[in-house]
């Protein structure tokens, strides 16, 4: 007699993906992570899992990985989370990651945005994380995008809890943008400190 409850250990274990389940909601992260698009595996090891990659990151096209890695952000399913912030920071890291990224730039900020968007609050600091790691590699080109994130980040700030992490970001706004993103900053955070003060 089959029961309707779920094992115990289910509520031990992290959601998994099941690659051969008939949902229907699979995002364009997903949908590329099951047909192998995304060119990487996880590896697990005793201290901390990482990612092998299959190509060098010199070598990888970032359109349109990156952009699958930021609609990433999104998921919640092991070991999706991890793949998309992980690769998403590797990408950025790579010491020729600005005249592959700078091309793509629009293409990113709508992903992102949902992301911080999100109430999950692993969610929001992957995407804040990521948003950070943005602004370090396209520089001033992200201050007209810039509006677009404000009103979210100006909300959690509201929360003690992610008030340092947000101001950390506006600082790395600051410190990466063009002349006028003080002035961009302040009109969505009027109690924005400079750096410079």
């Not at 590699?137 to 992610?162: C, G, H, Q």
């Amino acid at each position: 007699m089959a029961s309707s409850h779920e094992r115990p250990s289910a509520k031990l274990c992290p959601k998994t993906i099941d690659p051969f389940s008939n949902s229907t909601r699979k995002s364009p992260f997903l949908n590329a992570f099951l047909s192998g698009r995304i060119p990487c595996r996880l590896v697990h090891s005793s201290v901390r899992n990482r990612l092998a990659w299959s190509t060098s990151i010199d070598e990888l096209n970032y359109d349109p990985l990156l952009v699958l890695l930021a609609e990433g952000l999104r998921e919640t399913d092991h070991p999706l989370p991890f793949i998309s912030r992980q690769g998403f920071t590797e990408l950025m890291l790579n010491a020729n990651a600005p005249p592959k990224v700078i091309p793509i730039l629009p293409n990113l900020i709508n992903p992102i945005k949902l992301a911080l968007s999100s109430d999950n609050d692993e969610i929001f600091e992957g995407a804040l994380n990521a948003l950070t790691h943005l602004s370090t590699v396209v520089k001033a080109e992200l201050d007209k995008y810039l509006k677009t994130y404000l009103s979210i980040l100006a909300k959690r700030m509201a929360n003690r809890k992610f008030r340092d992490m947000v101001t950390n970001t506006l600082n790395t706004f600051e410190e990466n943008g063009g002349k006028d993103v003080l002035v961009i900053i302040k009109s969505k955070i009027p109690t924005y400190c400079s750096i410079h003060i």
